[in-house]
Each structure stands twice: as structure tokens, then as C-alpha cells.
């Protein structure tokens, strides 16, 4: 019996310091080394997910729209302010496209924008059975003549948008003045002495064609002009003839 227990206090002794020597205790990690603590991190990406999507309803669509909108009308502007300007109406609708802008006009408080609306007219004495018999007609018809600053997003905005407007006379639709001499050309309604037609034969009253004989081929009511065909050296050429230095010859 006592031989048994020393044998097992030998083996005691033999194996527990062996042991404790190749199985050393594991040294103590901090927590933040083993951890990165997710928790804070997911917290973050709510955080800037939550403020993403409070920043979201800031952003107001019709001030974006409104943006396009005035980069379109100054796509249109002719950068030359004040001045003359002519509108395409619809045929017939031309004294109605005048009363409707001034109506406009009155509404908007536009008077310093649109000085005036003009449907030139010019007074026309024609010949009918024999008599002659005196009318006013549309110097224009089709068009509308505006005194007005077409660089003005208001302005430009009404009169482009008057039932019955096409559009403006100009490059691409866009407004361009009159020039002066095209101004001093127009004189605004001076009286014509006859209404011609192309394919009317007139005679020429003044310059270097004084008294040819021609037929009309192109009228150019702007200017105010009309080409006619001549003959010289044996063929027939055409010339350009102001409307004051011809008449109309009747058979």
C-alpha cells in the first residue's frame, strides 16, 4: 500500500512541471486588438446614410427647370436690345396678333419692354372696270412690326407665345432687328400709286431705265422693290427697280 502511494507521488511530480513548461499560459490580448468594434462602424454608415437621405428633398426640381428655361430663351436673344423687330403670323390673324400683345402689354406692365405694335398699311389706288378706285391694304400681310427689346426674357416670352406668332423673322427664329435703311425703306404706310402683281408690265419713271418698258418678275415688298426683265444687247436681263421710279402701264 505505501509503495503504491509514493509511486504515485513520483509520477506527480514527474508530470506536473513538464506539463506547465510546454504549455505555457497564453498571454492577455486586449479586446480592441481581437475587436475592431463593428458596432461603431455600422453606426457610422447609418449615420452618413441617414444625412444622404435628409439632403435628398433640398434639391427642388422647378428651380432646375426654371434654369433650362432661361438658358432656352437666351439661346434666342439677339443681343442687340431695343429696336425693330418683325414677327410671322398666320395669314389673316395679323390686327388680331397687334390687339392681343398690347392686351398683354397693359397686363404685364410691359410698356418699357414693348414700345409699339405696328400692321403697316399703305394706301393702294387700283383700276377696276375702268375706274380707279383707292383702298388701304397690308403693306406685310402676314407679318407684325415690333418696337420693343427682344433681348427681354418677358417681352420675347409674350410675343412668341401670342396665339397666332410663328415665330421671329431672323436666322434660326431669331429676333433681328431692322436696319436703318430697311426702317427708312419701309416709311411706315406712305402712299403707293398702284398695286403691282408680278407679271404686270410697267415703265420706269426715273434713272438710268427712264422709260424702259418691263415685265415684273419678283416683288419685294421689304424693300420695296421690283425686278423686271429688259432687253439689252439682244437678251433679256433682270433689274432691280425701286417701286417710286415705275408706273403701271394699262392697256
Do not use: C
Amino acid at each position: 500500500m505505501e509503495e503504491k502511494k509514493e509511486a504515485k507521488a513520483v509520477a506527480k511530480k514527474l508530470i506536473t512541471p513538464t506539463t506547465k513548461e510546454w504549455l505555457p499560459a497564453s498571454p492577455v490580448m486586449p479586446v480592441s486588438s481581437v475587436m475592431p468594434e463593428p458596432q461603431e462602424t455600422v453606426s457610422e454608415e447609418k449615420t452618413e446614410e441617414a444625412v444622404a437621405k435628409a439632403q435628398k428633398p433640398v434639391v427642388e426640381e422647378p428651380e432646375v427647370e426654371e434654369v433650362h428655361s432661361k438658358v432656352a430663351l437666351s439661346d434666342n436673344k439677339s443681343g442687340l436690345g431695343m429696336g425693330w423687330y418683325v414677327v410671322h403670323t398666320y395669314s389673316g390673324y395679323e390686327n388680331k396678333v397687334k390687339a392681343n400683345i398690347e392686351k398683354a402689354i397693359e397686363n404685364r406692365h410691359l410698356e418699357n419692354e414693348i414700345l409699339e405694335v405696328r400692321v403697316p398699311l399703305q394706301d393702294v389706288t387700283e383700276m377696276k372696270d375702268g375706274v380707279e378706285k383707292s383702298s388701304r391694304k397690308k403693306l406685310f400681310p402676314g407679318y407684325v412690326l415690333l418696337h420693343m427689346d427682344a433681348d427681354n426674357n418677358d417681352a420675347w416670352y409674350v410675343v412668341r407665345n401670342t396665339r397666332g406668332v410663328t415665330g421671329f423673322v431672323g436666322p434660326g427664329s431669331k429676333p433681328v432687328p431692322l436696319t436703318e435703311a430697311e426702317l427708312a425703306a419701309l416709311d411706315f404706310g406712305g402712299e403707293v400709286s398702284y398695286e403691282f402683281a408680278e407679271g404686270d408690265v410697267i415703265s420706269v419713271t426715273a434713272g438710268v431705265w427712264k422709260d424702259t418698258v418691263g415685265t415684273v418678275q419678283k416683288i419685294d415688298t421689304v424693300r420695296r422693290t421690283l425686278t423686271i426683265t429688259v432687253e439689252m444687247f439682244g437678251r433679256e436681263t433682270p433689274v432691280e427697280i425701286n417701286f417710286s421710279d415705275v408706273k403701271k402701264m394699262w392697256d
